[in-house]
């Protein structure tokens, strides 16, 4: 009998490693500023008011660069994410002036962000002709825009000269009044220990979608073909929307940053977790979607409950971040969270693995300096801080050590009292 012919594959293709980390500073801030002032969002009443009194150089950019979504705002985020953190206003300014001026216009026409969509149509010779003043190519590129359905946010752009908008742009960033993009007290130390968070989330979590997840309160995230890096900046101007962009290879996610009393709370996730795990029937469900995907029915009829039950466990379970809803009914999430690392972490039982200074590896068992939150630096870095926390300025005194063959906190013996 002949042998059925069996077909082997070879798969020598290789994922790109997508590469997440944090990014914060008054430069994002600014930008964000400028994008609502622009269109991004709707201002209240009172807004408007102070708007309105703003210097003329940032009302002239606003003016001239009015837009439905504040688009060529959102762009320059991307420019700002090419600075290390701190991204201040000054540094952003510095990296704006020492582009050339052809560049920064074709930022912000979207040219990076449109290249790198596969179904733009986007042409390289035809952006960079409308960004040096080509009539022609800057009316072929409005028309493109207007079929794709954002005609009104490139058209502005076009018309200006480059050096004309880098002037119109960097005046208005500088001028700026900075209690319009840094309004919470101590506003750069927050986003800084926002990003912070965030880096030992990534760290605890190894999960970047989980993290994505749960800084912009829902949004899913799947890599896209030619994204390589994954930015997460936290925004507190911007509070309460997430604004998600691309520029190249690099996906900017702006997420609504925590406040003081948010980032001391316990965390929504962790009490919905275990809210979730506490309930008997809950546990089953979780144990029959261990076995493999299953409709509201089927399990209703395997665990011998009601649809209505079973409907109203598997939301609690979804919001908890345990299951998820797939073609044909209901498995588990493919990563589960580390309730042991989200716990120790809200105790404050997980110690940082990094300088937060200079991101040199510290084991539990290496010498580290610390201040009343945690905050953690090597010896050097200490040392160059003249032993004070730069986050809450307070003294920084050296860690306890803990063996590395430590994984769990030991048993305490019973306190005495003095009576004997």
């Known amino acids: 009998m002949q042998k059925t012919a069996v077909a082997h594959l070879v798969d020598r293709s290789t994922r790109r490693r997508l590469l997440v980390e944090p990014r914060w500073g008054s430069g994002f801030e600014a930008l964000l500023a400028l994008r609502m002032l622009n269109g991004g969002v709707s201002l209240d009443a009172a807004q408007e008011s102070t708007a309105a009194r703003l210097p003329s150089t940032v009302l ?29 206003v000054g540094r952003l300014l510095s990296r704006i002036s020492g582009m050339q001026p052809l560049e920064v216009k074709l930022a912000m026409l979207g040219f990076q962000r449109l290249t790198h969509d596969p179904e733009s149509g986007a042409d390289e010779a035809v952006f960079r002709a409308a960004a040096g003043g080509d009539r022609s190519a800057g009316s072929t590129l409005v028309r493109r825009a207007e079929i794709k359905g954002h005609g ?11 050096g004309e908008l880098v002037s119109l742009v960097t005046d208005a960033i500088r001028d700026l009044p900075p209690d319009r993009y840094l309004q919470e007290p101590q506003a750069v130390a927050l986003l800084e220990r926002n990003a912070e968070k965030t880096k030992r989330l990534l760290e605890g979590f190894g ?42 290879h690099t996906k900017l996610f702006c997420y609504p940053a925590r406040l003081e009393n948010e980032l001391t709370a316990p965390d929504e996730t962790l009490i919905a977790i275990y ?20 409709t509201v029915g089927r399990i209703s009829e395997e665990l011998d409950l009601a649809k209505s039950t079973v409907h109203e466990h598997l939301l609690s379970l979804r919001a908890a971040g345990l299951v998820r809803l797939v073609a044909g009914g209901f498995d588990l999430q493919p990563e589960l969270p580390d309730l042991n690392w989200m716990l120790k972490e809200f105790l404050g039982l997980e110690m940082r693995r990094r300088c937060e200074s200079c991101s040199t590896h510290l084991e539990p068992d290496s010498v580290a300096f610390i201040c009343s939150y945690e905050c953690t630096f090597c010896a050097s870095c200490a040392a160059l801080l003249n032993g004070t926390c730069p986050n809450c300025q307070g003294e920084l005194a050296q860690r306890p050590r803990r063996a590395r063959s430590a994984t769990r906190r030991p048993n305490l013996p019973a306190r005495h009292s003095g009576a004997r």
């Open 275 to 294: 809210r979730a795990l506490g309930e008997g029937t809950r546990l089953r469900i979780l144990r029959r979607l261990a076995a493999g995907t299953a």
């Open 60 to 88: 002239r950019a606003v003016s001239r660069l009015k837009t439905p979504s504040g688009d060529q705002w959102s762009a320059l985020l991307g420019i700002a994410a090419e600075v290390a953190s701190p991204c201040d």
């Open 152 to 162: 009104a946010e490139v058209k502005p752009i076009v018309r200006i000269p480059a």
């Open 207 to 248: 999960d970047a979608d989980a993290v994505i997840r749960r800084l912009t309160f829902g949004a899913e995230y799947q890599p896209e073909p030619g994204i390589s890096r994954v930015l997460l900046i936290p925004t507190l101007v911007h509070r309460p929307w997430t604004l998600i962009d691309s520029h190249g």
